[in-house]
């Protein structure tokens, strides 16, 4: 295959499409992957890129999405990493069952798919995995029990994939967005992130020169307090 590949897992209207469009606009076969093709296959129609079926919480699904994307595409030079769900409440309030939920949709589902593109990646000597993190990550508050103990693990997990992989030319990266997340058509002054404002955020990490690589930025409209 003559273009290169990139996979996004985790496809909305927001920054799931901002990131594949921004990809295909340079010139990448793209890869859409998500839960159902309900949405991402017309979006697949209108870039040119091909949608997958992939649940993230079932390793074996995974796999079979992979090797399609292989068998269609080529071996991935960026995996942008976007699938993030977690329930919101206190610790007394989050069923078990989700607080289990979000680890494996953001943690588990991060290092399944990372095993799957790495090996390639390891033999060329270069490639970028890139991965959509939050605020909660960083410290949790009382609504944020299952949601911020996911962030956090999978921040922890990036980190050790960068000190790893990096000595191998492998970029990882991650992403912390810190506000709320709007529409392309707002100017930012509604206190907003624009979509394609952090597409253009994580296109810069996948592509930085080797000299001066970037682990973690945070990305936050100016109106945001922090």
Known sequence: MDKPVCVVIG????????????????G???ALL???????SGLAEELGAKAYACDVTDPEAIERAFAQVRAD???VDVLLYNAGSGQFGTFDEVP???????????????????????????????????VTGATA?????????????????????????????????????LVIVDGGIG??????????????????????????????WTFETDVRPFKETW
């Open 34 to 40: 998500s839960r159902s093709t309900g949405y991402s």
């Open 96 to 130: 078990d069952e989700e607080f289990e939920k979000g680890w494996k949709i953001n943690v588990r589902g991060l290092l399944q798919s990372t095993r799957q593109v790495v090996g390639p990646m390891r033999e060329k000597g270069q490639g970028a995995i890139i």
């Open 183 to 212: 529409t392309d058509e707002q100017t930012g002054d509604e206190g907003m992130l624009r979509p394609s404002d952090i597409a253009e955020t994580v296109y810069r990490l996948a592509t930085q020169p080797k000299s001066a």
């Open 137 to 173: 990550s960083l410290r949790g508050k009382p609504f944020t029990a299952a949601f911020a103990q996911a962030k956090a693990a999978q921040r922890s997990l990036a980190q050790s994939f960068a000190r790893q992989l990096g000595p191998e030319g492998i970029h990882v990266a």
């Open 73 to 75: 595409l080529g071996d």
């Open 11 to 26: 496809i909305g209207p927001k920054n799931g499409r901002a990131f594949a469009t921004r990809f295909a606009k340079e």
């Open 28 to 30: 990448y076969a793209v």
